[in-house]
């Protein structure tokens, strides 16, 4: 996988948090963010089949690179829009990681790519 590649990537997936983050008022932890991009990367990696058929193309061709990022960024939002959150003073919110893997557990192959 391409350097580039890997930087859309996880452009991407800071965006995509920070946009959560905004938009529903919540905290996304460190550890949630890792969690989520080490699920994204590995799928990357080891899954290159499914990705071929889910974005009509190999994710590693340049011409796909745009087309992988757009899919990251859409399961990773539905999963944290979905995940559970607590309360925290001041009205904001808190991602929870079990919310999260609850989420993804339930969800399970309907969320491509974190599903197998």
């Not at 550890?31 to 193309?57: A, N, P």
Request: charged letters at 20%; aromatic letters at 8%.
């Amino acid at each position: 996988m391409s350097r580039e590649l890997i930087d859309k990537i996880l452009e991407r997936l800071h965006r995509v948090f920070g946009v959560i983050e905004t938009e529903d008022n919540v905290v996304i932890s460190p550890m949630i963010r890792l969690f989520i991009r080490d699920l994204v990367f590995e799928s990357l990696y080891l899954r290159l089949g499914e990705w071929q058929q889910h974005i009509g193309g190999n994710p590693a061709d340049s011409a796909n690179w745009d087309a992988t990022a757009n899919r990251v960024e859409s399961s990773i939002r539905l999963i944290l829009k979905g995940a559970d959150s607590y309360p925290l003073p001041g009205g904001q919110k808190h991602v929870m990681l079990i919310g999260t893997l609850s989420l993804i557990h339930s969800q399970w192959c309907k969320i491509f790519p974190i599903c197998r």
